[in-house]
């Protein structure tokens, strides 16, 4: 069976574990898996199957320093996931902007009956 990129993207996000790892990978730039496995409860093994899982949806690419194989995160498989919520996003924002509307008629309204409880009282 093939797997489109998008399904392998979301299905290597789904655990967190591995997003941990892209968020570490983000903020160190490249390490190796013994340097991503130092915060993690897990064995060095572990960890190195789930950059596995990682660089097969293209997130993460490995290449050969010595006898040290460093990981980078690779943001391109993000973008394609970006676009693909972009449709998306167009109905929050129009249900956001109903909120607000509807929220902005309250205000008036709450605002409108505080002025007349106020004329009401002596």
């Known amino acids: 069976m093939t797997t489109d990129a998008l399904s392998r993207t979301f299905q290597a996000l789904a655990d967190p574990t591995r997003r941990s790892i ?3 990978l983000k903020e160190v730039g490249e390490a190796s898996v013994a340097e991503l496995a130092a915060p993690f ?4 093994r572990a960890i ?3 950059v596995g899982v990682l660089e097969d949806a293209g997130l993460v690419s490995r290449s050969r320093d010595a006898q040290r194989r460093p990981s980078r995160l690779r943001v391109e498989p993000l973008t394609d996931v970006d676009r693909w919520l972009e449709e998306y996003r167009g ?3 129009e249900r956001f902007a109903a909120l607000r509307e509807e929220l902005a008629r309250d205000d008036v309204e709450k605002d409108a009956e505080h002025a007349t409880d106020e004329g009401k009282t002596p």
């Not at 409860?41 to 060095?44: I, P, Y």
């Open 91 to 93: 109905i929050w924002d």
């Open 41 to 44: 409860d897990l064995t060095q």
């Open 48 to 50: 190195s199957k789930h």
């Open 22 to 24: 892209l968020a570490r």
